[in-house]
């Protein structure tokens, strides 16, 4: 046991050292990345020229949507995107902001946005009949956007449902595990090269270990201790930022891609427009969470969990090791977050911040679909990430995720117990 500590260790201190040298720049630059719903654009055109009209440079957006200039000295820019340059179906929020002027000063890299959008989305230029798809095409790409992004909420959370149904845990630290995993991927498929798919089966072990070490030196202790539900959530709060600070010291705080599927052409399916990767890793992605869902439902540990989460003290009374119930659900549910983590680093890029910015989505997954329940947190998930695409076709994108914490908000007012929870009769 100890010397899978040990070596443990040794690989997390192996990451820290080949990823905490960040690249520092010289001089004077100008650069930005280009993102549509947080998935980069590539093949962009911009142009720089100085104040008075003398041309600077021309670049490309990169597959990872980024680009960069240098400019000979300081001073005012004008920075232009070619809006026909632009990917069918992407569209500049604001036309009339297709060239700004930018002030770059002295030894300073200066940091240019340019908001995209769906075309014919809020603040958009309208589609034509002749080149943008109808609205029922949106209404199908959303859709589809949808449950892509459904999915990967739901492997996110199931991992969290099993372990609040098992011990009672609100884990607040659950979404570092979607950035351990992540960056896991990324440091065997960068930094030691191997392939993206054999890299993303090296970080889901490092998961599912992480789980298990996470339960056998340190929740397991404070269980034991008889600490408190509420104790253990504020501690699970101050993991959750001890770990993100790691992370940004180690990884930094810029968004990298992965070397692999990252400048893939799309394809077309009917009215759907995607890329192969991301049909690929929804059916991952659902074949995991059917392996999981029959694993509860068939196997002795998963009837064994289920009775942990219906009464622990009932199931220790009929000959159930509770402690290694929990332990394996720790396991499993390290795995399948980074999983999770994986893919969204697939569909977005890998950053420091991931799993936080998604937490709040896996708990409303959670507790919609019913809290304790795995199914629950399928069914809830699906339904957060329908509404979150589907929502921008009446709301601007930038408030898609306030829409779906106001369904959340809704349902809980009108069944507490969730979509597919129990009601409990308290008293």
Do not use: C
């Amino acid at each position: 046991m100890r010397r899978a500590v040990i070596a443990f260790t040794a690989f997390l201190g192996g990451l820290v050292f080949l990823l905490a040298s960040p690249a520092w720049a010289d001089g004077e630059a100008l650069k930005g990345t280009l993102q549509n719903q947080g998935q980069p654009v590539n093949g962009v055109k911009i142009s720089v020229v100085t104040e008075d009209g003398q041309p600077v440079k021309e670049v490309t957006t990169g597959a990872d949507g980024k680009w960069e200039v240098p400019v000979p000295k300081a001073g005012k820019y004008k920075v232009t995107l070619d809006q026909k340059t632009l990917p069918k179906g992407v569209a500049l929020k604001f036309a009339n902001r297709a060239t700004l002027d930018v002030q770059v000063y002295e030894e300073s890299q200066r940091n240019v946005l340019f908001a995209l959008v769906p075309a014919g989305a809020s603040g958009a230029p309208a589609p034509s009949s002749s080149s943008e798809s109808s609205f029922w095409d949106r209404v199908a790409q959303l859709t589809f956007e949808g449950f892509n992004l459904g999915l990967i909420i739901a492997l996110a959370a199931m991992g969290l449902s099993l372990v609040f149904g098992t011990t009672g845990l609100t884990n607040f630290a659950h979404g570092e595990l979607l950035t351990l995993g992540a960056m896991s991927a990324y440091f065997f498929n960068v930094v030691v090269g191997i392939p993206l798919i054999w890299a993303a089966v090296a970080a889901v072990v490092v998961g599912g270990a992480f789980g298990w070490l996470q339960d056998a030196f340190f929740w397991n202790k404070l269980r034991r201790r008889g600490s408190s539900l509420i104790a253990m959530m504020i501690i699970s709060i101050g993991l959750a930022l001890l770990m993100r600070y790691i992370f940004l010291f180690v990884f930094g705080g810029e968004s990298s891609a992965y070397l692999d599927y990252n400048a893939q052409p799309g394809i077309q399916v009917g009215p759907i427009s995607a890329a192969p990767k991301n049909f690929i890793a929804m059916g991952i992605e659902l074949v995991v969470l059917v392996i999981v869902g029959l694993a509860l439902l068939r196997t002795r540990v998963g009837k064994a969990a289920r009775a942990v989460a219906d009464n622990p003290a009932l199931a220790a009374s009929s000959g159930i090791n509770v402690e290694q119930v929990i332990r394996i659900i720790w396991t499993v549910g390290g795995a399948v977050a980074a999983l999770a983590g994986v893919m969204l680093g697939l569909a977005q890029n890998v950053n420091y911040q991931m799993g936080f910015q998604i937490l709040l989505l896996v708990f409303a997954g959670v507790t919609l679909g019913g809290l304790g329940t795995a199914f629950g947190a399928l069914v809830g998930s699906i339904v957060v990430g329908l509404f979150i695409q589907l929502s921008t076709l009446v709301v601007p994108t930038e408030l898609k995720t306030v829409g779906a914490l106001m369904v959340l908000i809704l349902v809980m007012l009108f069944r507490p117990q969730g979509i597919l929870g129990r009601r409990e009769r308290i008293g």
